[in-house]
Structures are given as structure tokens and as C-alpha cells.
């Protein structure tokens, strides 16, 4: 998840390169999206994982 969390990044900032701002301001929002959901489910998997250890 976090791989296409940073390929819809490189799609951004090249599309703001080349002057695709509504690809740009959308893949933008999808990297930021993925992100989030990314770093909700190693939080999860971080906490899951300690109550088990213990």
C-alpha cells in the first residue's frame, strides 16, 4: 500500500512538472489517501501485536 502511496506521489510531481494540474492535484490526493490508510493499519498492527506478546 505504501508503494502505491508513493508511485501516485512520482505521478504528482510529474504532473505538475508538465503542467497536468487537475492529474496532479487528483493523484496528489490519492497518495495523501493511501497514506493515511497506511499509517491507520501499521498503528493497528503495532498495537495488535503488542497485546498478543504480552
Given amino acids: 500500500m ?5 508511485l501516485f506521489l512520482v505521478i504528482a510531481i ?3 512538472i508538465l503542467g497536468f494540474w487537475a492529474v496532479a ?3 496528489a490526493l490519492i497518495a ?3 497514506f493515511v490508510v ?3 493499519i ?3 498492527a503495532l498495537v495488535t501485536g ?4 504480552l
Fill in 25 to 27: 492535484g487528483t493523484a
Fill in 14 to 16: 510529474l504532473a505538475g
Fill in 50 to 53: 503488542r497485546r498478543r506478546g
Fill in 42 to 44: 501499521f498503528i493497528v
Fill in 2 to 6: 505504501l508503494n502505491y502511496a508513493l
Fill in 32 to 34: 495523501k489517501i493511501l
Fill in 38 to 40: 497506511f499509517l491507520v
